[in-house]
């Protein structure tokens, strides 16, 4: 009896582990038309309610509502494209109407549910084109780009790295180009070779080394490309001869010469628009301006340094703008306690190459700025508003009340499209008119009284939209039926999920007498590809924790090792923060004397931190005398050292370095109550490349040691993650990498967990 409650348990905890949505709030109409409504989670949003209608005799399901997690708008056609985890959905801008596009996968054909962040889709600037990864797998997926008039797909690229945070290319102004990367290596793709069906082999595009934040595009469709210490200038018309010979020919002309080797992993750069200055940002933080000299290349130009802009830790620039009347403004965001926070700078450059002005602005709740496409204006969204300014002066010009907008598109230089948190608009300047394009997500809602419209009160506002119509309306004095569950046909209910997809699921039972039957409003969705337990559960060890159990839950744990640099510490706790993550920090006692701000912060992010030792060294050399009373004083300094600089205590969990173990280690541990964490994964995120000429084959890029972290991991892995820079030299670093990994294990139906839910699971 005892096993037979233990398996009903172990079964009934597998299919709980990883709730992706929610359903509530049925009313079913006397047509047999059904409204509910669906709640998911979205890095970077939170949660948001989306609301749907099913005729339960047809099977035919609509789309009510659509939160814009990204938002496109092609130029020719004035409509506007919503991607969410739902699916891609087409808005016309005049009519409102809303439509699921057939070329993306979405919830209301194929009941699929996105997971995790989206690739971006991107437009072309002429509108014509859609950019974007199709068939996404762990690190990577394929580059394909969409001809909207032709309604074609043609496959640019395979296996892309994939990119959470950024396009997947870069458009030349006049849409007849883009440029995108691949294995370390810059690639240009001709759109008018594409029409005339003769594009070239991808080994015959290449441009050359690096990644695309290498490359920036600048005005009459010139290319800057930066290489060490040069900045080249390269003409589009030039792309084929130059690729072609490029064994013979320099891959551009030199414009200039920047003062240190550029690390396009931390290192960001904007051309001016007249092409002669370069804004570059050093790892994120420090702000300089040159001006380049194309005569003298084997000197650094003039330098114009920000040294009032060198930004904490904490700090990243998010946006750039720079119009033709070299005015910058620079919006850098923060974190602080977890929370996020915004600073805004304005510059102007002189052309005797010296700064006319410097200023912080007194906005500090601006989440993003648009340039209008005469550069003449600049909006500015907020909180619970959105403001037009002059972009030179900076003078208020209006305000638009539109609480919670999240992003905005200019359609022309009078019509701004603002998609919001609860309602997407178009807004005319000039006729300071508001046009309805959607509803993010839900309110209060229901049928009308004759069960012919839906009503929606939303954020004090009422919408009504006809049941066989796609379009919301703003309504005063419409009233809603008393919401119900069953009809002359159907009866609905609400009961727990069978598949762990869903925290729970719709039950539809037909009532009437020749058809009595009950089933699931939806089929199993495809999302999530949930792998299989393994048959047996692995020993462990509670002395030296290498992970929690195979069986009971699919769930891991990245563990986040800070030694002697906190590089990348603002991305990891930027990116544990849009997924809502509470992991676990192993940290070097040297770190938290040198890097107090940093250490802080992570304290004060709400995560578990444990001890990684007072100093960092390999305790396996003969000259070390590791006895217990040597290791307890290193806890003990490392305890006293974190409480001075964060107020905070040592959660009782650590590491030596080194992941190093032995019996004297773990008294030691026990007799300071402390767990010792192991692993049971190397990622080898701190192989340099100078380790791979020693041992050929170990270096891996971190889309590489993402695959392979998702081909060695099991249900209660423990899987480290270095903060900052291994010794030696990298491509790329892991930690830049942590939202795709997160994706890809949220893909397979993983939850992840700091280290001490990992223990208590596993007991």
Not at 372 to 393: A, G, H, M, T
Request: proline share 4%; glycine share 6%.
């Amino acid at each position: 009896m005892r096993r037979f409650i233990t398996i009903l348990l172990f079964i009934f905890i597998i299919m709980h582990v990883y709730p992706e949505a929610k359903f509530s709030g049925m009313d079913l109409g006397e047509s047999n038309t059904l409204l509910f409504k669906l709640s998911t989670d979205s890095p970077g949003y939170g949660k948001y309610e989306t609301l749907f209608q099913s005729q339960l005799k047809t099977g035919e399901l609509k789309q009510l509502t659509c939160f814009p997690e990204q938002m496109i708008l092609l130029k020719d056609s004035k409509e506007v494209r919503i991607h969410n985890r739902f699916g891609v959905f087409r808005v016309n801008t005049q009519l409102g109407e809303i439509e699921a596009i057939d070329l993306f996968s979405s919830f209301v054909k194929t009941n699929t549910l996105k997971v995790g962040k989206l690739p971006p889709i991107q437009s072309s600037p002429d509108g014509k084109y859609l950019l974007y990864i199709s068939e996404p797998q762990n690190a990577y997926g394929n580059l394909t780009l969409y001809d909207i008039d032709k309604m074609e797909e043609y496959l640019v690229s395979e296996k892309v790295d994939l990119d959470f945070n950024n396009p997947p290319g870069l458009w030349s102004p006049d849409s007849q180009y883009f440029i995108y990367s691949k294995k370390d290596s810059i690639y240009y793709f001709s759109m008018n070779h594409l029409e005339e069906n003769r594009v070239f082999a991808e080994n015959m595009r290449i441009i050359g080394d690096g990644v695309l934040k290498n490359v920036s595009w600048a005005d009459k469709n010139t290319l800057y490309y930066i290489k060490g210490t040069f900045v080249y200038k390269i003409l589009s018309s030039e792309f084929f001869s130059r690729a072609f010979y490029k064994d013979v020919l320099r891959i551009g002309t030199v414009s200039g010469k920047i003062p240190f080797d550029f690390d396009p992993n931390f290192d960001t750069f904007w051309i001016g628009p007249d092409g002669k200055k370069i804004l570059l940002s050093k790892e994120g933080r420090n702000l300089f301006l040159y001006f380049l000299k194309s005569d003298d290349f084997t000197s650094v130009g003039d330098v114009q340094s920000l040294p009032y802009l060198y930004l904490p830790n904490n700090s990243q620039i998010s946006r750039i703008i720079w119009s033709k009347e070299d005015q910058i403004t620079v919006l850098a965001r923060k974190i602080i306690s977890g929370k996020k926070s915004i600073n805004l700078f304005r510059i102007a450059v002189k052309e005797d190459k010296a700064f006319s002005s410097f200023m912080k602005t007194d906005d500090d709740d601006v989440t993003d700025l648009i340039l209008s496409p005469d550069e003449k204006s600049v909006v500015l969204i907020k909180e619970n508003k959105v403001e037009l300014r002059n972009y030179l002066s900076w003078q208020l010009s209006a305000i638009i009340n539109h609480p919670n907008a999240l992003n905005a598109i200019w359609q022309n230089e009078n019509e701004l499209v603002i998609a919001g948190e609860y309602t997407s608009i178009l807004y005319n300047f000039l006729l300071k008119k508001t046009t309805l394009l959607s509803l993010s997500q839900t309110g209060d809602y229901g049928f009308s009284e004759d069960e012919q419209s839906v009503i929606m009160k939303l954020q004090g506002k009422t919408y009504a939209r006809k049941i066989d119509n796609s379009s919301w309306k703003p309504v005063s004095g419409i009233k809603t039926k008393k919401p119900d569950s069953e009809s002359e046909s159907f009866r609905v209910y609400i009961s727990e999920s069978q598949t762990g997809l869903f925290e729970n699921m719709i039950m539809v039972r037909n009532i009437e007498a020749e058809t009595y039957g009950t089933f699931p409003l939806f089929e199993e969705p495809r999302s999530i590809q949930f792998e299989p337990f393994p048959e047996k559960d692995d020993k462990i060890s509670f002395d030296v924790f290498n992970h929690g159990s195979r069986l009971r839950r699919r769930e891991v744990s990245l563990v986040f090792n800070v030694i002697d640099s906190i590089q990348g510490l603002t991305t990891i706790l930027n990116v544990l923060s849009d997924y809502h993550i509470n992991a676990t920090f192993f940290i070097n006692g040297e770190a938290i004397v040198r890097y107090p701000g940093g250490i802080t912060e992570i304290a004060n992010s709400g995560h578990e931190v444990g001890s990684l030792f007072y100093s960092y060294f390999n305790m396996t050399n003969s000259k070390y005398n590791l006895d217990k009373e040597f290791i307890k004083k290193g806890l003990g300094i490392t305890e006293d050292e974190y409480f001075a600089a964060t107020g905070h205590d040592l959660d009782l969990y650590w590491h030596a370095p080194y992941y190093f173990v032995n019996s004297g280690i773990i008294e030691a541990s026990k007799e300071m109550n402390y767990t010792y964490v192991g692993k049971d994964i190397d990622t080898m995120d701190w192989v340099s490349e100078n380790e791979s000429s020693i041992t050929r084959g170990i270096y891996l890029t971190s889309s590489e040691l993402i695959e392979k972290i998702m081909k060695d991991k099991k249900p209660g892995s423990i899987i480290p993650i270095l903060v900052g820079l291994p010794q030696g030299k990298r491509k790329d670093y892991l930690f830049q990498k942590l939202d795709t990994l997160i994706n890809a294990l949220l893909n397979k139906g993983y939850t992840i967990v700091p280290v001490s839910t990992l223990i208590r699971h596993a007991k």
